[in-house]
């Protein structure tokens, strides 16, 4: 008896082991932060035998050729709002807000209502109150109308800038705005924005972009991915170094809330959790599956503030069992786990730079060769201020 329970023991681990060898060859790494591959299954094959190229701030990504771009928040410095009609739906909105400042505080002050620095495009300069001026926080808005859209660009005085540093930042802005047809990808380095794209090769600006993926064919996956290029700006660097390697990579994360919440962490199953390089960027990826069956994939990667190469912060992230902008409210995932871990790693091998960026190794971005143009358009001439 003793021998034969000893048998059943054995057998019971065999069993366990081969389960855990075959997860190891699908959903483990064939070295550090490099995946093992997982097999596209024949739908995803289809899914990807026609892809496109398409772009979002300074990035681009492969794609199937069914695939939406979702546009979310995008700042180049400050955020870009897109509102519906020309100059003089412009003009009313900024009157708009003009409004709406001084219904909210009595002490606001108007310095400026007028042409802004291009043919149609309007400006609106500001003090918020009076504890705004005294600190000498003053507010700039451009509406900048192209055809039947007006893109509107906010800015600020920071330390040691004046009225006339910020007018001058607004034109050249609004000179290397031109409009940009959904699917079109420039070759010419700048910032795509949502039916637009702003031309230039100055990158010390502080640059945000959010944008999400919606595959037809899979109506519950989401996939999307967000660039912060200046977070934690304001951080000492060593403090910041200090912070990038206990508390900010991906991991470190996790372990900090599975300490914090103990027995009460939820319940997972890991897929795949460790270090994940996605072209230069050496982040971390944790792959798990809820209890419901909702797939929650998340990649992080933690660089350098002012490095536009290696943003301080970026990140993506893939869900299942979408439904209705909320995650776990289908009725069931569209995809396997092995499905689900292929279009995964096949996503994120397309996400690259859109060219070549200061820092960016080769083989980071999709056209090497940039040829800077349309930085000022010629039916566009500068108004004098």
Not at 217 to 241: L, M, R
Request: glycine share 8%; hydrophobic share 35%; charged share 30%.
């Amino acid at each position: 008896m003793p021998f034969l329970k000893r048998g059943a023991i054995f057998a019971a681990l065999l069993i366990v082991l081969v389960s855990l060898v075959g997860n190891s060859r699908t959903y483990t790494y064939k070295e550090t932060a490099v995946p093992e591959p997982v097999k596209l299954s024949p739908r995803l094959r289809a899914l990807f035998e026609k892809t496109k190229i398409l772009c979002f701030g300074r990035y681009a990504i492969e794609l199937p050729q069914e695939a939406q771009l979702v546009w979310g928040s995008a700042s180049f410095p400050s955020k870009i709002d897109i509102i519906s009609g020309g100059i003089e739906k412009a003009k009313r909105t900024a009157e708009e807000k003009i409004a709406k400042l001084r219904s909210e505080q009595d002490t606001a002050e108007i310095t400026y209502n007028g042409p802004g620095p291009i043919d149609e495009s309007w400006q609106i300069r500001y003090y918020e109150d009076k504890v705004a001026k005294k600190y000498e926080l003053y507010f700039f808005k451009t509406y900048i109308s192209k055809g039947k859209l007006t893109f509107v660009l906010g800015d600020a005085t920071s330390k040691g800038e004046t009225e006339s540093t910020v007018i001058a930042r607004q034109l050249e802005k609004a000179r290397s705005l031109r409009l940009r047809a959904p699917e079109e990808v420039p070759t010419e380095p700048g910032f795509c924005i949502e039916h637009g794209f702003m031309a230039g090769d100055r990158y010390g600006d502080s640059e945000q972009v959010n944008a999400g993926i919606y595959l037809p064919s899979f109506p519950d996956v989401t996939f999307s991915v967000s660039s912060n290029q200046n977070a934690y700006g304001d951080y000492d660097k060593a403090e910041f170094e200090q912070m990038k390697r206990d508390e900010l990579s991906l991991l470190a994360r996790i372990k900090g809330a599975q300490d914090m919440q103990g027995v009460l962490y939820p319940k997972r199953d890991v897929l795949r959790e460790g270090k994940r390089d996605v072209q230069h960027w050496k982040g971390e990826e944790s792959l798990i599956r809820r209890p419901d069956g909702t797939h929650d994939f998340e990649w992080a990667f933690v660089g350098t503030p002012r490095d536009v190469a290696n943003p301080s912060s970026f990140g993506a992230a893939m869900f299942t069992k979408v439904e209705a902008n909320m995650v776990g409210a289908a009725k069931k995932a569209s995809v396997s786990n092995d499905e689900a871990v292929a279009l995964w790693d096949k996503l994120l091998s397309g996400l690259k730079f859109r060219v070549k960026v200061p820092g960016a190794p080769e083989g980071s971005y999709f056209f090497p060769r940039a040829n800077l143009t349309r930085l000022a358009p010629s039916n566009e001439t500068p108004r004098p201020q």
